[in-house]
């Protein structure tokens, strides 16, 4: 089933879900009010469930028959309540312990009830709704395009839920509690016009269908869980998935004086240019994460109108748009845990490579090193020949290759992101290129976008927006 369509109809979940709730219901009013009370309000819990199920998008015929039916069961939750306060033991102290315990039960219940049942999401419907919408609009030039894609995105607008809602809370959701999933690759080593190599894992789909080509972020790899989240959501659809991993991400240490960065788009330049070759008849589309993004994107703009005319269209999500500005102050935030992180895999490959080249790293200052200043002076600038840090930054921002991209991209963040502040977001960059697609939020945190009812319940918006993109343009490409 297509991410754009999760409530298409009433599920088992959805009727347990709205009987915990008016069991809950039944508790508290009983509680605290009386018989009479309870009863009477049995009418509006069941106007109550007709206008939830109404509002999850189902037919006014079905929301009518769920308030008939919750009208008629919600009073069952009287006999239980006066079964859980049984009169002998409403005397002295217990009856507060008991009337405690049915109040116990309609918080549980009421969880259940938020777990079991769906969000109430617009969304565009389904892939197939959305190739068609794309179809009948053909548009005729690329700024045509660029609105009716967006009108079809924009009708599933990205809502934190309330149980994870904050910039951090949402980017340590897919590394930390995203559930473990699994991609049969098949890997290709590849050797570099410069004699190193790296590594490419397909996730093999239908041969007649497109290629999605993917860059994972810093200290990544093809077992990153969102690298394989997208694995999954493109190869449901049939189409065939390449995560390009960068040298020394695959777990063997490369050949070369050098490693990868956020603004080294060689690689990126070869393993695009090569499957594009390959496979001259199928649709490209890329996509990039974080430090991914940046690459593609920097790429893209370099590249102008020499892009392979098979690369269709491309999404770039949370890069550091302009890393002058986040980078500085990136080992301060949340004390600093996340530059913490990343150095604790960083400086063992950086000690790793200077065993490899003795006398081409301060091993000394890599071992001591806390901070992305000093880790990019001393690692970054010397391997691929920037004067310091602040060169590198400068240098590599995608912001200033922007105006330059000629390949339809979305460009996707949002302003709660603990590693990019709002002001990097390129408005206005966006707004003037007919190539590029914002889809600006103002909560999501870093390559989070996290949505869904609770926790079981979890869905994940970019990915969905990604997989709507490539769809929305590969229906406007087939219709000519």
């Not at 002998?88 to 009337?99: I, Q, S, T, V, Y």
């Not at 991209?405 to 007919?434: G, Q």
Request: net charge negative; glycine share 10%; aromatic share 12%.
């Amino acid at each position: 089933m297509s991410p754009y369509s999760r409530n298409p109809e009433i599920r088992g979940g959805d009727w347990l879900g709205a009987a915990a709730a008016l069991y809950a219901l039944g508790v508290l009013a009983v509680y605290f009010g009386s018989l009479g009370l309870a009863f009477s309000a049995a009418g509006a819990c069941g106007l109550l469930a007709g206008m939830h199920t109404r509002l999850q998008g189902r037919s006014l015929a079905r929301a009518i028959f769920a308030g008939v039916v919750v009208g008629v069961l919600w009073p069952l939750a009287v006999p239980v309540y006066w079964w859980l306060s049984y009169p002998p033991l409403r005397a002295g102290a217990l009856a507060w312990e008991h009337r405690g315990l049915a109040l116990g039960v309609a918080v549980v219940l009421t969880l259940v009830y938020t777990m079991a049942t769906p969000g109430a999401v617009r969304t565009p419907g389904s892939y197939d709704t959305l190739e068609q919408q794309m179809r009948d609009a053909h548009p005729t030039d690329q700024a045509a395009r660029k609105a009716a894609v967006l009108e079809a995105l924009n009708g599933n607008p990205f809502s934190p839920p309330w149980w994870l809602r904050g910039g951090h809370a949402q980017s340590f959701w897919s590394p930390f509690a995203r559930r473990s999933l699994h991609v049969d690759y098949r890997s290709e080593r590849l050797e570099t016009p410069d004699g190193d190599f790296l590594y490419v894992r397909f996730f093999d789909g239908e041969p007649v269908k497109p290629m999605v080509v993917l860059f994972h972020g810093l200290e990544g790899s093809a077992q990153s869980k969102y690298i394989m989240g997208y694995n999954l959501a493109f190869h449901a659809l049939g189409w065939n998935v390449a995560t390009m991993e960068y040298r020394f991400c695959s777990g063997e240490i490369n050949k070369a004086q050098r490693i990868y960065h956020m603004g080294e788009t060689t690689d990126c330049d070869f393993v695009v240019r090569r499957l594009a070759e390959q496979h001259p008849d199928r649709p490209i589309y890329l996509a990039g994460f974080s430090l991914g993004g940046n690459i593609l994107a920097k790429w893209l703009g370099e590249q102008g109108d020499t892009v392979p005319a098979n690369v269709k269209g491309a999404a770039v999500i949370s890069p550091p748009f302009d890393p002058e500005v986040s980078a500085p102050t990136f080992h301060h935030i949340l004390g600093g845990f996340y530059a913490w992180n990343f150095l604790r895999t960083l400086k063992p490959k950086a000690l790793a490579k200077a065993e490899q080249y003795p006398g081409l790293l301060d091993e000394d200052v890599i071992r001591g090193c806390k901070d992305f200043y000093t880790y990019d002076t001393v690692v970054t600038a010397k391997l691929h020949g920037f004067e310091d840090a602040v060169d590198y930054w400068h240098k590599v921002g995608c912001h200033q290759f922007l105006a330059g991209i000629r390949v339809p991209t979305m460009l996707l963040t949002s302003a709660d992101d603990p590693f990019n502040p709002a002001i990097t977001i390129p408005h206005e960059e966006a707004d003037a290129s007919p190539w590029l697609h914002p889809q600006w939020t103002e909560h999501g945190g870093h390559v989070g976008f996290i949505m869904g009812k609770s926790p079981l319940r979890v869905r994940y918006w970019a990915e969905e927006q990604t997989v709507g993109f490539f769809q929305a343009y590969q229906a406007l490409n087939e219709g000519g």
